[in-house]
């Protein structure tokens, strides 16, 4: 069980720094005026997808395991999981700020 909380913890504090580190270049591409608002609205879209986040650390352990993954299987799809959601939030950035 420790193993389980260790990776998902892994899990949500490599997302927390992708999410921070991409956070400025989303919000730079906005007039000053607006960098403000567009952050956001970018911390709510990461609270947004907390839950689907922590689940999926939660099945990916399981998988792991179960045997059904190897480290290295573990390490590649939560790297492909954290740039595919992270791409998805500025979309929805995107969306989002095209409205105000």
Known sequence: MNQLWCS????????AITSTSAANPPCDTYPP???????????????????????FGLDQQKRREEGKIN????????????????????????ERMAKE
Do not use: V, Y
């Open 33 to 55: 005026a607006k960098q403000s608002r567009c952050l956001e609205i970018w911390t709510t879209l990461n609270k947004e997808d907390g839950p689907s986040i922590a689940q």
């Open 71 to 94: 480290a290295q299987q573990h390490l590649a799809e939560n790297m492909n999981f954290i740039k595919q959601s992270t791409e998805k939030r500025i979309e929805r950035l995107k």
């Open 8 to 15: 998902l913890i892994a899990l949500i504090l490599s997302l």
